[in-house]
């Protein structure tokens, strides 16, 4: 059985995902994903050796296109999509750190 | 470089190649380097709402190819996202391989004879280029940053090995023997330059024989240059530490190739903060056998097999000569060479040729007939050409096509004839006395000393051996 869920890994997640809740919203959502999670430890508790795994609703495999050369979008139209941009360039505040 | 005594160091790395795609991996988007910027993008490679990736199944049998050649098992895979913001990545996720990946397992053997093991290499989309502005032209000083997403989606094959590699030298050989390989499969043009092939190395250090060390990330070395170094200063500032009594973080570091040194970039994420989950939008992948071996089958023979077929027709190479092989083999130049010693061209002067003019301008090779390639080793053979003249034949070859002779006529390259180089010789020997009898009492180094002057009064016209030919007979 996994651990219930902290109020301090719902902040985690959170910050993850880059969202700013206040302490009650953190309280709701500590409950709230806290029964989901609890429903997934029922199905756990389950006797299911026998049954593969699925992530799929589908029984498709290999959906595939073939490698052949599609319009793009007007630049013109992309960058008029954007708040700001230069040189053709999609222009963002400036970016502190590398990629992880 | 060796390690101060008792260490040992233990790398292994993650080669990430562009795959050679006409469209990307997701989307029809063009896959090229170089166009303008945000001129190859659409809804899916720009991660707008409401978009769907579709598989491109070109990228799935070059991945196969390569699974193949470094002799991974080609395995049913799924595809994740990996979860994290950056500008130059536009839907906050990346679509990766995460717990089955398409390649597992595997291993590529070394010209040196060491084997490294293949954990896996698996599939997943490359990501926007930002450039930064500001004034020291540094990340960190930018005012604010550019973004072009014309590479965000372009397939990439990240090929992961084992932590088998103990030196510098050995890592070195590994990314230039894998890089081989992917050339070799088509799935690649192996650019490091131009970012198609990057490597990222994880460095420990340990006392030998004991539990590996913890490890650093260094990340995006771009030439097998930065790769040798960085893991070199890395292997030695870890010694350094733990010798002061000091402890190796787990983090990514980057490499400064200017600075000669590696800095902490931030401390390592751990994989539970990407919060990988499976990509609803892509369904499981699972190439049948039949298409495995389609894949399989298709392919040519690899680097290793080929530098072994044309090695068997030299007689005692030299190192010199095993090394410009390697260039040959990798250039695919050796369908050519192999001609040109069907010729009777001398071997080393094929090889020279091919590994240092012709390697020069590779790009262009499409130029150059076997027949032009070989006509003009053959007159440099005979003496038609001096040594210069052949290089300058076949860089114009190169450049523009063409005709060797007709070329060699062109630029005034006319053979001296045996009585001019008797006149420059005799005139040479005349206003150097001292020199020549020298040469004449059997001081063979002289020789040179006449060839340079005679190179020098005939503006490189004359022939090497023939001037040594004219100086004996005068002896
Ligand atoms: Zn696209």
Not at chain 2, 425 to 450: C, H, M, T, Y
Request: glycine fraction near 8%.
């Amino acid at each position: 059985m996994a651990t219930p869920l902290r109020r301090e890994d719902v902040a985690k997640v959170a910050k993850l995902a880059r969202l700013s809740l206040s302490d009650e919203e953190l309280d709701m959502f500590t409950e709230q994903l806290g029964q989901i999670l609890e429903h997934a430890n029922d199905i756990a508790a389950l006797q299911l050796d026998d049954v593969v795994a699925t992530a799929h609703p589908f029984g498709l495999i290999n959906v595939m296109r073939e490698d052949v050369l599609e319009p793009c979008l007007s630049r013109d139209d992309v960058l008029a999509m954007a708040p700001d941009s230069e040189d053709g360039r999609f222009a963002v505040p400036r970016i502190m750190g590398e990629a992880p | 470089m060796t390690l101060p005594d008792g260490w040992e160091m233990v790398v292994g790395l993650e080669v990430h190649t562009e795959l050679k795609t006409t469209t990307k991996m997701f989307c029809g988007c063009a896959n090229v380097f170089g166009a303008e910027p945000n001129t190859r993008v659409c809804a899916v490679c720009l991660g707008l709402p409401g978009s769907l990736p579709v598989l491109n199944v070109r990228a799935v049998e070059l991945a196969m190819a390569i699974g193949s050649a470094v002799h991974s098992t080609i395995s049913p895979s799924t595809f994740h996202r990996k979860n994290y913001f950056y500008p130059d990545m536009p839907k906050d996720f990346q679509i990766s391989q995460y717990d089955l990946p398409i390649n597992v397992g595997g291993y590529v053997d070394l010209p040196d004879g060491s084997r490294v093991s293949i954990e896996r290499a698996h599939l997943e989309e490359d990501t926007g280029k930002s450039t930064h502005l500001g004034a020291s032209g540094r990340i960190h000083g930018a005012e604010r940053s550019l973004v072009d997403y014309n590479r965000s989606g372009v397939p990439l094959v990240e090929i992961v090995s084992g932590p088998d590699i103990r030196s510098s030298a050995q890592a070195r050989l590994y990314a230039s023997e894998l890089r081989g390989i992917l050339i070799a499969t088509g799935a690649s043009d192996g650019r490091m330059e131009e970012g198609s092939m990057r490597i990222d190395a994880n460095v420990s250090v340990r006392h030998a024989n004991e539990p590996f060390g913890t490890r650093c990330e260094i990340k995006n070395l771009n030439s097998l240059r930065s790769l040798g170094r960085a893991i070199d200063f890395e292997a030695l500032r870890q010694i350094d530490l733990l010798n002061a009594g000091g402890v190796v973080r787990q983090e990514t570091r980057h490499w400064d190739e200017t600075l000669g040194a590696t800095s902490t970039m931030r401390t390592k994420e751990e994989a539970e903060d990407y919060r990988y989950f499976r990509e609803p939008d892509l369904v499981d992948l699972a190439p049948d056998l039949a298409w495995q071996e389609r894949v399989r089958d298709g392919l040519g023979p690899m680097p290793a097999e080929r530098r072994a077929a044309l090695a068997a027709r030299l007689n005692e190479p030299t190192s010199t000569q095993l090394d410009a092989l390697q260039v040959v083999v990798d250039l695919g130049f050796d369908v050519l060479v192999a001609a040109a010693l069907d010729a009777d061209v001398d071997a080393g002067l094929v090889l020279a040729r091919a590994a240092n003019e012709l390697a020069a301008d590779a790009e262009n090779i499409h130029s150059l007939t076997t027949d032009a390639f070989i006509t003009t080793l053959l007159m440099e053979q005979n003496g038609e050409l001096s040594a210069t003249q052949a290089k300058t034949v076949l860089l114009e070859l190169l450049a523009h096509g063409g005709d060797p002779r007709a070329i060699a006529n062109a630029k005034g390259f006319e053979q001296l004839s045996a009585d001019s180089l008797g006149d420059v010789v005799a005139a040479l020997i005349q206003a150097n006395p001292d020199e020549w009898s020298r040469f004449r009492e059997g001081d063979e180094k002289l020789a040179q000393f006449f060839i340079g002057q005679v190179m020098k009064v005939t503006k490189g016209q004359a022939n090497g051996k023939a001037v040594i030919a004219e100086l004996n007979s005068r002896r």
